[in-house]
């Protein structure tokens, strides 16, 4: 079955079956900037982004794709993106959606050839709410398949592009299965204590280490195969690193959905209120046997 026709079968409603179609169909296109974008990436055209990270020229490229998609289609009046140092207002909107987007999450992975993906969190109205008031959310990978996940509430399902650049469906109802995979980053010299002994537990029961330097190809193992994905608090940057508004808040509502969970390591993330556009948080996202594991440690701690 076709995105299109699937949405309609799930009687989404149509302004929102319609962006999210809309930002579906960006895919290709994403995917067709690889190859210029690698080209300009080899003879060293690199930037900083707002938040003095390094840019490939794709992450430049992926961002203009989506905001300027849908600042002609009008499906949306607010648009945040990782690459933007403001919330973007859409004159006119046809519907009052916010949209969140990593237009193009582990971007630094492009020049080694690994996956890489696009994140979008659709809110019914601004984009500075909690996470659990999103309507919608949704990540695009490119990796030997162009795949789509989706939330609307109504479970999570999976569809992989076919030849002609449709979406497909590939499996519907995703629950997160009981796993043993975990995914940590930072440093281990800099872990706070509760996550060093949480660390400690998982290693001590058998966890298997997969981490790509990709979140979100990172937490989709983690939704394929279960266990638990971290980005902490670590000494010296405690608040974390990943962003709340493009990372954490569509991922965990799209874990949530398939019966996992995410946390900051002490509260469930989707019901902190943003303060700006760029805040970040540590991270736990997957399984709820592994999210309430570091909410023990770090009450002990």
Not at 75 to 101: C, M, S
Not at 157 to 175: C, I, N, P, S, W
Not at 245 to 254: C, F, Q, R, S, V
Request: charged content about 25%; hydrophobic content about 40%.
């Amino acid at each position: 079955m076709k995105l299109k026709d699937f949405l309609v079968s799930e009687g989404t409603e149509k302004n929102l079956a319609d962006l999210i179609l809309f930002l579906s169909e960006q895919a290709p296109a994403v995917r067709k900037g690889f190859l210029v974008a690698g080209k300009k990436a080899a003879a060293g055209e690199k930037t900083r982004n707002v938040y003095g990270e390094e840019q490939m020229p794709l992450d430049k490229y992926a961002d203009a794709v989506f905001i300027d998609g849908l600042k002609k289609s009008r499906l949306a009046r607010y648009v945040a993106t990782e690459e933007q140092e403001q919330v973007v207002e859409i004159a006119n909107p046809k519907a009052g959606f916010g949209v969140v987007i990593d237009p193009l999450d582990g971007s630094s992975l492009i020049d080694v050839n690994l996956c890489v993906g696009t994140i979008i969190g659709i809110y019914p109205g601004h984009v500075l709410e909690k996470g659990s008031t999103m309507v919608a959310a949704m990540y695009m990978l490119y990796g030997p398949l162009t795949s789509l996940t989706f939330t609307t509430g109504k479970g999570v399902h999976e569809f992989a592009m076919d030849d002609t650049g449709e979406f497909v469906l590939r499996q519907r109802d995703l629950r997160i299965p009981e796993g043993k995979v975990f995914a940590p980053g930072a440093l281990r010299k800099d872990y706070l204590p509760a996550h060093a002994r949480w660390i400690a537990q998982l290693e001590q029961e058998g966890y298997k280490l997969r981490f790509s330097g990709c979140f979100v190809a990172d937490v989709h193992q983690i939704l394929h195969k279960g266990g638990v994905f971290t980005y902490p608090g670590t000494r010296g940057k405690e608040k974390g690193k990943l962003r709340l508004l493009y990372e954490a808040n569509p991922m965990g509502t799209i874990i949530h959905h398939a019966g996992g969970a995410i946390s900051n390591g002490r509260t469930d993330i989707l019901g902190i209120v943003p303060k700006a556009i760029d805040d970040v948080t540590p991270i736990y996202v997957g399984g709820k046997k592994e999210i309430a594991l570091i909410e023990k440690f770090m009450r002990e701690a």
